[in-house]
């Protein structure tokens, strides 16, 4: 992974999901109304949530989770719900706060350490799982792989992420954001072929030990992500 490269697209991804894009993503997260495209995406996330929640365990009673990019914290709460120590991390100080503002009366707060910043941070320390979804869709391929490697030197049991499959429909959304003046659009969703993706993690040093398991796509309008389970072999 370049470092230049994966600081450069996560302040562009701090910079557009705190200041420009704060107040459509609570929105998009909440139960408000919502355009008919804006709700295809939030059909599109409510299933993906599933998908993954259905691949942990019913009861997590002290096991601790990482929810890496957990937006305004709906997998948080759902994780702490079977009993989970869950660090919530985001790199929007934003968001987070308008996660934290969200925990239901039926959640001790003290069960979810909201926080932001890296979900590679060393300091955030061991977890049983960790949990990132639609995080590393803005990321190449190869620094998806780079960003496991960190995350699985820190992980017992599994990592969950998604990624957006390259398919041909998605690769004519992703040119054709490409036409609006920058300062107007998100930062680019990177494409990835999950035969590539595989072959990355089987090559990689630091992933020995780990193969894939569970995989699972979700398209729902202008929603398109494939969930990847890794877990130890």
Known sequence: MS?????????ELETYFDRTAVDAWAKLTSDAPVGRIRATVRAGRDEMRK????????NMSGARVLDAGCG????????????ARVVAIDLSPTLVAVARDRIPADIDPSSIDFTSGDMLE???????FVVAMDS???YEAHDICRVMAGLAARTRHSLLITFAPKTPAL???????????????????EPVSERKLLRLFT?????????????????????????LEMIPQ
């Open 51 to 58: 998908t993954l929640l259905s691949w942990l365990p019913d």
């Open 171 to 189: 690769a004519v959304m992703h040119a054709v954001g490409r036409l609006f003046p920058r300062g107007d659009r998100a930062p680019a969703i």
């Open 203 to 227: 090559t990689d040093i630091d992933l020995n030990g780990w193969k894939s398991g569970r995989t699972h796509r979700v398209t729902s309008g202008f929603y398109k992500s494939q969930a």
């Open 136 to 138: 590393l869709i803005h």
């Open 3 to 11: 470092i230049a490269t994966y600081l450069q697209r996560r302040g």
């Open 122 to 128: 060393p300091k955030l320390g061991k977890f049983d």
């Open 72 to 83: 305004t914290g709906a997998l948080s709460i759902e994780a702490a719900r079977r009993g």
